[in-house]
Structure formats: structure tokens, C-alpha cells
């Protein structure tokens, strides 16, 4: 059974692009969160994708988006990148079942921005 | 708004000493869950504390969810270095969603 997968694992961009990252949740979970990770920092929560669609969403602009798909896979965009952006995102997954317990992360997408 | 404080960021010690961090949040929490990241690794769930007062054990892990439910611990007895990374608590967010708020984290390093 394969763990929470992402992929790229790492990515470098300049300032102004737009990235793309995908995540395929652990089999059986239906919900999908991203988090950012800065150096030397906890995780910080971007947003959350349940049943397709935007659940909850941390302090982070505009220029974060992201889509789940029918199979529960999701994806993070991240338009106009800035250099602050550089961090490492994790994706990690769970199951609803009346309440949240564990979230289950994947290896992460490692992004520079130059 | 919501925050968890984490100390400390950063302890050293010898191989076989013991190791403990401490989780402090301003609000009474519904439940704690503590996490180990490897370096250069991912976070990787340890154990979740519902009750107050809770105490639970993992071989030479002990955790301890506070009587107040604002306040939680984790000491390591005899630590190895394959104990070392970075060791998180995270608070769950408003709403029943299963959104984690973390701590800064304080990081084991453990000279053989």
C-alpha cells in the first residue's frame, strides 16, 4: 500500500513563474491538506481539499490555489512566484470519519525560487 | 488567534542522556498530536492525547497531555541518535476539519 506521494520532489523556478504540485493521497483517505515548511520552521497550513473542493484555507494569498480530483488527488498552484515562496510544501492526507486523527505526509516538493 | 509555543528550538546531549520538550498553547485544546521530522525527511505522526492528564508511552518515548488541556510534554529516557530530528506538536485548527496548527519544533542532535 503506497504512502501519500508527491511529486516533483524538487523544483527550481524565477520570480514571476507559476509551479504546479501534485499529491496522491494514501489509499482509503478522501481528504488532502498543504502545508509550507520554511527552513527551521513548522509546517504552515496553505489549505485543505475535501469531496473536490476548498474546505478551509490558512493566512496565504490569492496566488495559492489548488483542485482535487474525482480520485482524491490534488494539486497546489502558486502563481507569480516571489522569492519568499523558496520552502518545503508537504501534502498530507487523511480519512474523514466523524473526526480527523493523524494526517499522513508525504515527502514534500523541495521549491527554490531565484 | 491561535498559537502553540514550542521550547526549546534547539538541545544537544549525550548519547544516553535524557531529552524533553515542552508544548504550550493559549487556548484549552481538544486534543495534542506530537510528530518527528528526520532531516531532510517528512513529519512522520507519533501519537495524538484526547484526556487531560494523559500520559502514554512509546518504549523510551513519554508524552503527557496537561490537567488544563493547554500544555503538553515529551521526554525521551536514554536517548539514541536515531532519535535525532525534529520533534513537532501541533494544536488542531478551528473547525472540525483536521487542519494542524505546529509548533517551531525543537531540534535533537545526540552526540555518540
Known amino acids: 500500500d503506497a504512502g501519500v506521494t508527491q511529486s516533483p520532489t524538487h523544483l527550481i523556478k524565477t520570480r514571476g513563474q507559476q509551479v504546479t504540485l501534485r499529491c496522491s493521497p494514501k489509499s482509503g483517505h478522501d481528504t488532502v491538506s498543504w502545508y509550507q515548511q520554511a527552513l527551521g520552521q513548522g509546517p504552515q497550513f496553505i489549505f485543505q481539499?475535501?469531496?473536490?473542493?476548498?474546505?478551509q484555507r490558512g493566512n496565504f494569498p490569492d496566488r495559492f490555489s489548488g483542485h482535487q480530483f474525482p480520485n482524491y488527488s490534488s494539486e497546489l498552484n502558486v502563481n507569480a512566484l516571489l522569492l519568499g515562496d523558496s520552502a518545503l510544501y508537504l501534502c498530507?492526507?487523511?480519512?474523514?470519519?466523524?473526526?480527523?486523527?493523524?494526517?499522513?505526509f508525504g515527502p514534500g516538493t523541495r521549491l527554490t525560487v531565484l | 488567534g491561535q498559537q502553540v509555543m514550542q521550547i526549546p528550538q534547539y538541545q544537544h546531549v549525550q548519547e544516553g542522556e535524557d531529552f524533553t520538550t515542552y508544548c504550550n498553547s493559549s487556548?484549552?485544546?481538544?486534543?495534542i498530536q506530537w510528530y518527528k521530522q528526520r532531516p531532510g525527511g517528512h513529519p512522520v505522526f507519533l501519537i495524538q492525547?484526547?484526556?487531560?492528564?494523559e500520559v502514554k508511552k512509546q518504549k523510551r518515548l513519554t508524552f503527557q497531555f496537561g490537567e488544563a488541556k493547554k500544555n503538553s510534554s515529551l521526554h525521551i529516557t536514554a536517548t539514541q541518535t536515531t532519535d535525532v530530528g525534529t520533534y513537532f506538536c501541533a494544536q488542531p485548527g478551528s473547525g472540525n476539519t483536521g487542519k494542524l496548527i505546529f509548533g517551531q519544533g525543537t531540534t535533537l542532535q545526540v552526540k555518540p
Open positions: 481539499y475535501y469531496e473536490e473542493e476548498e474546505r
Open positions: 487556548t484549552t485544546l481538544s486534543n
Open positions: 492525547l484526547v484526556k487531560s492528564g
Open positions: 498530507a492526507s487523511s480519512r474523514w470519519t466523524g473526526v480527523y486523527n493523524e494526517q499522513f
